[in-house]
C-alpha cells in the first residue's frame, strides 16, 4: 500500500493547503510539519506561481510573498525532502501551476519531486485533455483529476474513470476562498461521481471551518481546506502554533 | 473528449484551463462551429461590420512617406477607421452575436490599451449584454480616456491592483471571474491568445482585414504587396491581415514586437526577441513563447503602448515563426514614438502607439526596397487615447 492508500484507511480525511516559502521556508517547512504532527492525513504542498488563475486573493497574496521571499521550484523540492527527513510520512502532495514544471523540465521535475518523497501532483491549469503530456512523465505518481459543478455528466464519467489516488471535487464554480455557506447540491455531486469511480472522492474550494468540514466529511472521503487554513496560519504571530491548533480542530471536528 | 477544431497549431495552442472551464469551452466551441455554418450568423455579423463598423475600411496610398523614405512605395490598411478606433471592434461584434447564440447575458473582458475594452463596452452596448471590464491599474492611468468611454457605453471598468497591474494582471481577473460566473457569463478575450478556440476564434474575426486588403490591394494598385506588416502583442491584428496573404507565398509577412528600452534592457515585451526569456511555456490557457525566468515565473515586460505590453504572443504567431511563413522583429519605445510623429507630419494621421511599432519597421525597411516594391501596413488603431503618453514621452526629450 503506497502513502496515498494508506491515508485513506480511517475515512473522511483532512487535507490541508498550505504553500511553502511563506511567510517565509523556514517557518512554512515548520508550519507544515505542524500540520502533519496534529491531525492532516494529507498536505497538498503549493508551488508558488507569478499568475495563479485559479486561486482566490489570499493564496494569491501568500504565494506572491513567497516568491518575493525567493522561493523556487527546486527549493519547494528540497523542503519536501527536509520534511521526509523530519519524519513526516503521511502523503504530500505537490500543488502547481504548469508552467515553473515546464520550465524545470518535466521529466526532471518529475523525477526530483519523486526523489525528494513527493507522492503526487495537483495541476489546476492541466484539464484531462492537456494531461497525457504530463502523465506520461509522471509515471507511478498520480495526477489528480479535478472534477467541477460545471463538468457535464458524460464528461464525469471518462475523467472519474481514469482517476489516480482521489478525485478532486471542487465544491464551487470559483476560485479558491473561504465562502459562508456550502455549495448546495454538493452531497447529489458526490454521489453523481461516486457512480463512475471506486477511487476516493475528496471536496475542496470553500471550506473554511471545523463545522464546514464535519459536515462535508459526512459525505466525501476527505476535506480540503486551502485558503482558511493560509489565513489563520499566515495572519498568526506563532504560524506554528496556529497550525498546530488548526489542525487539531478539524481534525477532531472530523471524528 | 476531442475538439471540433484542431486545437493547436503544431506544438502551441491548446487548453490549459482549470477544469471548471473546460465545459465552456466546449460550449463555446460549438457555437463557433454551428455559427460559422450558419449563413444567418454570417449576415448578421457582416452587416454589423459594413453598418456599424464602417467597413470595408480603406486602403490608402502614404505618398508622402514613401517619397520621403525614398524606397518601397507604402500602403495603409486604415483599422484606424474603424468605429471605435481599431480593429478590436471586429472580433468583439463577433463574439457578442455568439454570446447571444448561447443564451448568455454578461461579458467580461481584459484591456490593455483599453481598445479592446472600448469594443467590447460598444459591442455590450449595441447587443443588449452587461459588461465588465478588467484593467491594470498601471494601464488605467497611462489610458484615461478609453476608461471614461468605457464608463459612457455603459461598461462597469474594475481595476487590477495584483500582479504587475497592467494587462496580463487583467486576464487574470477576467478569468477568475469567468470561472466564478461561467454559467452565465462569456469571457470576450481580445487577442489571438487564450485557450482554444480563442486563438483560432478570433483570428477568422479579425480575418476581414486580410481579405479586405488582399482585395483592395488587387483592385486599387493591381498586385499584391511584396511586404506586409503588423505589430503583434497578442497579435490578433496581425494574425488577421496575415491571414489574408499567408498561402501567398511570394508576400513577406513581418511581425513587430515591443522592444521597451531596447532588448540588451531587459525591458520589453519582445517574446520571441530576447531568447534569454523568451521561451516555449504555458500561460492563459495556452503553450507559447512567454517571457519569463529561469524558475518559469511569468516576466514582467515594459513598452510605452499598453497594446503590447504582454508576456505571451499568439500560439499560431509561435509556429509561422517556427515554419518561417512569417519573421517577426521588434521596435523601441523611441523608434515607435518617432514613428508616431512621422506618420502626423507626412500622412495627416495620428496612429496608436501600438501600430507605430509596425511604422517604425516600414521606416527601417523601406528605404532598402526598390520604388517598384510595395509595403502593406496595418495601421491597426489612431492614436487619439495615446496624446497624454506622447506629450509625456516626447516633454522628456
Wanted: proline share 5%; glycine share 10%.
Amino acid at each position: 500500500m503506497n502513502r496515498i492508500e494508506s491515508a485513506f484507511t480511517t475515512k473522511p480525511i483532512f487535507m490541508p493547503y498550505f504553500p511553502l516559502g511563506y511567510p517565509d521556508l523556514e517557518t512554512s517547512i515548520d508550519v507544515i510539519e505542524a500540520l502533519a504532527k496534529n491531525g492532516a492525513d494529507l498536505i497538498e504542498v503549493g508551488l508558488s506561481f507569478s499568475d495563479p488563475l485559479a486561486d482566490g486573493p489570499v493564496i494569491q497574496h501568500a504565494t506572491q510573498i513567497a516568491l518575493e521571499k525567493g522561493i523556487t521550484v527546486k527549493k519547494s523540492l528540497e523542503a519536501v525532502k527536509e520534511l521526509r527527513r523530519r519524519g513526516v510520512d503521511i502523503p504530500l502532495i505537490l500543488m502547481g501551476y504548469y508552467n515553473p514544471m515546464l520550465a524545470y523540465g518535466l521529466e526532471t521535475f518529475v523525477r526530483d519531486a519523486a526523489q525528494a518523497g513527493a507522492d503526487g501532483f495537483i495541476v489546476p491549469d492541466l484539464p484531462a485533455e492537456e494531461s497525457k503530456e504530463f502523465e506520461e512523465a509522471a509515471g507511478d505518481l498520480p495526477l489528480i483529476r479535478m472534477l467541477a459543478p460545471t463538468t457535464p455528466p458524460e464528461r464525469m464519467e471518462a475523467i472519474a474513470r481514469s482517476a489516480k489516488g482521489f478525485i478532486y471535487l471542487v465544491s464551487v464554480t470559483g476560485i479558491t476562498g473561504e465562502r459562508k455557506s456550502l455549495a448546495e447540491g454538493l452531497g447529489d455531486l458526490i454521489t453523481q461521481v461516486r457512480e463512475h469511480t471506486s477511487a476516493p472522492v475528496c471536496v475542496g474550494f470553500g471550506i473554511s471551518t471545523p463545522e464546514q468540514a464535519k459536515e462535508v466529511g459526512e459525505m466525501a472521503d476527505g476535506v480540503i481546506v486551502g485558503s482558511a487554513c493560509v489565513k489563520t496560519i499566515g495572519g498568526s504571530e506563532k504560524p506554528v502554533e496556529a497550525a498546530r491548533q488548526f489542525a487539531a480542530a478539524f481534525r477532531s471536528a472530523l471524528r | 473528449m476531442t475538439t471540433l477544431l484542431p486545437p493547436k497549431f503544431g506544438p502551441y495552442g491548446g487548453q490549459f484551463v482549470p477544469e471548471t472551464l473546460m465545459p465552456a469551452l466546449i460550449e463555446l466551441e460549438e457555437a463557433f462551429v454551428s455559427a460559422k455554418a450558419d449563413v444567418e450568423f454570417q449576415r448578421e455579423f457582416d452587416k454589423l461590420l459594413a453598418s456599424f463598423v464602417g467597413r470595408p475600411t480603406p486602403l490608402t496610398y502614404a505618398k508622402r512617406l514613401s517619397e520621403k523614405l525614398g524606397g518601397a512605395q507604402i500602403y495603409l490598411k486604415r483599422e484606424d477607421l474603424a468605429h471605435t478606433g481599431a480593429h478590436k471592434i471586429n472580433n468583439a461584434l463577433g463574439q457578442a452575436l455568439l454570446v447571444k447564440r448561447m443564451g448568455k447575458r454578461r461579458i467580461v473582458a481584459e484591456t490593455g490599451a483599453g481598445q479592446h475594452g472600448v469594443a467590447s463596452a460598444t459591442a455590450a452596448a449595441l447587443l443588449g449584454l452587461e459588461c465588465v471590464v478588467y484593467m491594470g491599474e498601471v494601464d488605467i492611468a497611462r489610458q484615461e480616456p478609453n476608461v471614461f468611454r468605457m464608463k459612457l457605453l455603459g461598461a462597469e471598468v474594475r481595476p487590477v491592483a495584483s500582479g504587475t497591474r497592467t494587462l496580463k494582471d487583467a486576464i487574470n481577473e477576467a478569468i477568475r471571474d469567468w470561472v466564478t460566473n461561467v454559467r452565465d457569463t462569456h469571457y470576450l478575450l481580445g487577442s489571438a491568445l487564450g485557450p482554444h478556440p480563442y486563438p483560432t476564434m478570433v483570428r477568422e474575426f479579425q480575418s476581414v482585414i486580410g481579405r479586405e486588403a488582399r482585395e483592395q490591394m488587387l483592385m486599387e494598385v493591381g498586385r499584391l504587396p511584396d511586404t506586409v506588416i503588423a505589430c503583434v502583442g497578442g497579435g490578433s491584428n496581425a494574425i488577421g491581415v496575415f491571414s489574408g496573404f499567408v498561402d501567398d507565398a511570394d508576400v513577406e509577412l513581418i511581425g513587430v514586437e515591443a522592444g521597451g528600452s531596447g532588448i540588451e534592457t531587459g525591458k520589453h515585451a519582445a517574446r520571441f526577441g530576447d531568447p534569454s526569456k523568451g521561451r516555449v511555456g504555458v500561460i492563459h490557457g495556452t503553450r507559447t513563447y512567454v517571457l519569463q525566468d529561469e524558475d518559469g515565473q511569468i516576466a514582467e515586460t515594459h513598452s510605452v503602448s499598453a497594446g503590447l505590453d504582454y508576456a505571451a504572443v499568439g500560439p499560431e504567431h509561435a509556429l509561422l515563426r517556427d515554419i518561417e511563413r512569417a519573421f517577426y522583429t521588434s521596435a523601441t519605445d523611441e523608434e515607435a514614438l518617432s514613428a508616431f510623429q512621422t506618420l502626423c507630419h507626412t500622412e495627416g494621421i495620428i496612429p496608436a502607439l501600438e501600430s507605430s511599432h509596425a511604422v517604425a519597421e516600414v521606416i527601417k525597411r523601406a528605404p532598402k526596397m526598390r520604388k517598384d516594391q510595395i509595403i502593406l501596413v496595418n495601421l491597426s488603431g489612431r492614436g487619439d487615447k495615446d496624446l497624454n503618453t506622447v506629450i509625456k514621452e516626447l516633454s522628456k526629450e
